[in-house]
C-alpha cells in the first residue's frame, strides 16, 4: 500500500511563506508525476501544480510566480514552496501521486491559512 503523508501546514500572515513536503513510500521509478491540489471552504479541489518523472512542471495561472514544486535527489518526496501568501490561498492542500501508471495515490491533506 503506497502512502504519501504531508507536513509543513499552517498560519501565516499575507506575505508570508510556507513549504510543504509530501513523502511517498514507494520507489521513485513506480512514480510517474505527483501533483499538488487545494480545496478552499466550499469549493472544489483545484491543480495548484504538477511535476512529473523527467521533471517537467506545471502550474495553475494563480500561484505562477509565488509558489514552485520540486522533489528531492530520491524523487519520493515532493515539496511546495509557497511565497508571497494570499488569503485566497487558504485551503486544505493535498498531494497526490500517479503509480504503476494507472494508480492514484493522496495524502491526508494539510491545512493552510494566510490570515492576518
Known amino acids: 500500500q503506497v502512502q504519501l503523508v504531508e507536513s509543513g501546514g499552517g498560519l501565516v500572515q499575507p506575505g508570508g511563506s510556507l513549504r510543504l513536503s509530501c513523502a511517498a513510500s514507494v520507489n521513485s521509478f513506480r512514480i510517474s508525476s505527483m501533483g499538488w491540489y487545494r480545496q478552499a471552504p466550499g469549493k472544489g479541489r483545484e491543480v495548484v501544480a504538477t511535476?512529473?518523472?523527467?521533471?517537467?512542471?506545471n502550474y495553475v495561472d494563480s500561484v505562477k510566480g509565488r509558489f514552485t514544486i520540486s522533489r528531492d535527489n530520491a524523487k519520493t518526496t515532493m515539496f511546495l514552496q509557497m511565497n508571497s501568501l494570499k488569503p485566497e490561498d487558504t485551503a486544505v492542500y493535498y498531494c497526490?501521486?500517479?503509480?504503476?501508471?494507472?494508480?492514484?495515490?493522496w495524502g491526508q491533506g494539510t491545512q493552510v491559512t494566510v490570515s492576518s
Open positions: 497526490n501521486a500517479l503509480v504503476d501508471l494507472t494508480k492514484l495515490y
Open positions: 511535476i512529473t518523472s523527467g521533471g517537467s512542471t
